[in-house]
């Protein structure tokens, strides 16, 4: 076995550990600190599988923001799972026999890393010879991602836009004004708030650098838009929800999380009017490769507003929640 | 030579980098009580990872690399201690006493355990 | 079956392990928050199939390099990267529903939740059961 | 070289995921998420080495920035019982 294979069965072990710790464990609390354990974990095995991009998603996804919304959520339900109350029996038969099936269908896959599989032969070569002269950007990821699939992106954009309207209506008609509330900043806690005021600024530095560097190394849209709504995240953490709205104000996220969108589907929309099919950028510019480098830019520029005013107007929507836990969930 | 020059230093730096980080992993589990295997996991959160990383810098040599690895150092180096601090001071006003001399008051009512240990 | 097999089929069965931890989370378990996260297991394990899918021996990250290299699929990487932002998107939409769904019935446990319903269908537990009858 | 300290690292997360499991005290679990935190940092920059491409630093580099986030919102979580500006109802924290 190569070293490659043991790092590889090792990490899917561990997965496999804390999965089943998740199951185990009632308190939900440790719930929320094992399922960011297990983000952790599973980020270093996308980056053992070669996927950087995926798991620098993961990575900004689980590092914080999960995390934070699980426990908002805590604090706004209950910190503990009441013990079941059915038999267990018939679900773990019916898991039983799906697991089988699965495993005996898996007998007919291609072996892992097999680079004669299907998946391998069909339209991949053909993105990774052409990334170069098409597109002109070495991220081959990014290229995909945002020129030769740019309709599914938009979509997926689409879906997170929808989300987080989701999301804000379902909580927007809770959020109460904090009149009489003592607003509380972790006045006592120096050291935090010293730390946190110098961290924010390379946070939102490092998202602006993933943001535009997306085309030569991992990172891009989706990354840079979660690491900028963890840095106004930890502000409101540290120095209070109401402060951070007076800096960034609800509304003016709101009004962003729809320029995302439209920035998107508006870019499109330009190559309509010289006469090219929708979401082809090569007409953007004075030749192909420089249309889509501005195609390009731009597309993930909306990708990156739109998803960081989606957490940042999720989590404003989650805290702003004013209804004590009751003592009896705590 | 002077290849074999860095190897050596890098190694050496990896290696007790990894010695630290696997002491300090053992403390936080056969450490006694929560304030000591604070102590054990502060082994890991500085020196471990500074020595590593130290070790990784000396095989990138002068690179883009280099200065990724020192930034990730510098986070580091602030980061760990602060919620060290964090964590240490939630767990002290919210009432979790150290556990002095022979085992009596370990842990005390509204910190205590959390409900299924297991 | 060889060793050979076991190694290269390993990927696929540690993901339905996960897939299927994740599938008893939501089934068994009645607390809402905890579905949510036997649900997001399930949702890693999917990930994790694509990318093991996707994997090419001996390949590296798909950016290029200017050298001749071989380079891992780009494609399921592309798909499983808008899906976490996805994923982690209708996570809060689903906490949002857990969220107000305590604020109607003042608790997260599916079978309180029934019983609740079932109480203001039926009238109280002892009607409901002479309504069944 | 490399694979060793792989190996220790990965060691160390395996005993402090066991701490996690075993608790007891909330506070030694927010600690070792935050100590497996710091080791996935190291893992995933010591498997850029072994792999032979280093310049992916850039995960390591957001764990090492964002990592604390989770802890700073455990500590309010558990000093306020909630993440905005909400009140306590005995007027001030535990």
Known sequence: MSIAAVIDIS??????????????????????????VFSLVSAALLVHLDAVDVAFTEAAVGAGISTVLMLATLAL??????????SQALPLIVVFLTGLALVYGTLDMPRFGDPQAPIQVHVAPKYIADTQSEIGIPNIVTAVLASYRGFDTLGEVTVIFTAGIGVLLLLAGFIREPEG????TMDHHLVLRVVTKMLIGPIMLFALYVQFH?????????????????AFIIYALVFGLENARKAVPGRAVRLLVACGVLLYGGVGFVSFLFGKNYLNYSVLGVDQVAGQHLGILL????????????????????????QPISDEDW | MTALVTDAVSWAFLASGSFLVVVGALGLIRMPDFYTRLHAAGITDTLGADLILMGL??????????????????FLFFTSPTSTHAIANAALTAGLNPRIADGAGAGTDSAAPEGDGK | ?????????????????????????????????????????????????????????????????GKPEVYSNPLPHVLILTAIVVGVATTALGLALVVRIKNAYDTIEEDEIQAADDEKEFGDAAAAEDGRR | MFAVTMAALLAAMILALGRLYLGPTL?????????????????????????GRPDFLDISLLYALLNFIGTIAVLKFFRYRTLGDGVNPDGDGP
């Open chain 3, 1 to 65: 079956m060889g060793v050979d097999d076991i190694l290269g089929l390993f990927n696929y069965w540690m993901v339905i392990v996960l897939m299927m931890i994740g599938l008893y989370t939501v089934v068994s378990r009645g607390n809402l928050v905890k579905k949510i996260v036997g649900l997001n297991i399930f949702q890693t394990s999917v990930f994790l199939l694509y990318i093991s899918m996707g994997k090419v021996t001996g390949g590296t990250a798909p950016i290029l390099t």
């Open chain 1, 77 to 86: 339900t209950s910190r503990r799972e009441k013990a079941p109350t059915r």
């Open chain 1, 181 to 184: 509330l003592r607003v509380q």
């Open chain 4, 27 to 51: 506070y030694d679990r927010v600690l070792s998420a935050n100590s497996f935190g710091t080791k996935t940092v190291l893992l995933i920059g010591v498997m850029g080495f072994l792999t």
């Open chain 1, 214 to 230: 997306g085309d030569f190394g991992p990172g891009g849209g989706f990354q840079a838009g979660l690491i900028f709504a963890s």
């Open chain 1, 299 to 322: 597309v993930e520029f909306g990708v990156g507003l739109t998803v960081a005013a989606v957490m940042v107007s999720t989590f404003y929507a989650f805290a702003g929640q004013n």
């Open chain 2, 57 to 74: 810098m000396v095989q990138a040599g002068f690179s883009l690399v280099t200065v990724k690895l020192l930034l990730i150092g510098a």
């Open chain 1, 11 to 36: 990490l899917l072990v561990f997965l496999g550990l804390t999965a089943f710790a998740i199951l185990k464990l009632r308190a939900l609390f440790a719930v929320v600190m094992l399922s960011s």
